[in-house]
């Protein structure tokens, strides 16, 4: 059984550079999240997909970012022109309704660990 | 206005004792759920525990332990037992409605364990 993974863990790029992260959530997992962590933060959420349908987006979420499901398996998160501002751990998250209790638990993969010099 | 509240950033605890971690929330939606998770320094988010808030019994998973006062709107961790593998950061998160689309996390507190 296997989790959420991300890759790469680590990415340190140079301002201006585009970078692309991908998160492949847990098999039968049919949500998938995007969210971004600085230091000394929670988790904020920047959007949420439902098979491959993007269904919500934040503020947070830049005309620089963009994010694709396009089979509704794995998930690509891509910052164009990076700024020192996007350095940040970018967390990724799956789920999929228990339909017993009715909830919904996301569950983490370890991050891509964004540095922009 | 902040949707979770944790108001301890830091919390110290013995070895084999237990620990209660605060977390507050705010909502008017009467459906909703509440997580606990645990951010190692290796950065992944594990999943802990979760209350409904229709749940009628604080929901309990090993050594952990959600006291639900739902008028005070309070879900605090208690963990009990603690060991030298606890010492991490703990978030507190909230999905509002049925079935939410995405958590709001608190800012976290840092429990260290002393051996």
């Known amino acids: 059984d296997t989790g959420v993974s991300q890759d790469p863990r680590h990415k340190i790029t140079k301002r201006g550079q585009n970078v692309t992260f991908r998160c492949d959530p847990i098999?039968?997992?049919?949500?998938l999240y995007w969210y971004r962590q600085t230091l000394g933060q929670g988790p904020e959420f920047l959007t949420y997909?439902?098979?491959?349908?993007?269904?919500?987006k934040s503020r947070l979420l830049s005309d620089r970012f963009s994010a694709e499901r396009p089979k509704g398996s794995f998930s690509t998160l891509e910052i164009q022109r990076t700024e020192q501002g996007d350095s940040a751990m970018y967390l990724c998250?799956?789920?999929?309704?228990?339909?017993?209790?009715?909830?919904?638990?996301?569950?983490f993969g370890p991050g891509t660990r964004l540095t922009v010099l | 206005a902040q949707k979770i509240t944790q108001t301890q950033p830091g919390m110290f605890v013995q070895e084999k004792e237990a620990v209660t971690l605060d977390c507050t929330y705010d909502t008017s939606d009467p459906s909703y759920g509440l997580f606990w998770y645990k951010q190692p320094s290796s950065g992944e988010m594990i999943f802990l525990i979760y209350?409904?808030?229709?749940?009628?019994q604080n929901a309990t998973e090993g050594r952990y332990s959600l006291n639900f006062q739902k008028a005070r709107k309070s879900a605090n961790l208690v963990i009990s037992a603690s060991q030298l593998g606890d010492s991490a950061m703990y978030f507190c998160?909230?999905?509002?409605?049925?079935?939410?689309?995405?958590?709001?996390f608190g800012p976290g507190t840092r429990l260290s364990v002393l051996p």
């Open positions: 209350q409904g808030s229709y749940d009628q």
């Open positions: 998250a799956s789920s999929a309704r228990d339909r017993g209790t009715s909830t919904d638990t996301q569950y």
């Open positions: 997909f439902q098979n491959e349908a993007q269904l919500e």
């Open positions: 998160a909230m999905r509002e409605g049925n079935y939410g689309q995405n958590f709001v």
């Open positions: 098999s039968e997992h049919n949500r």
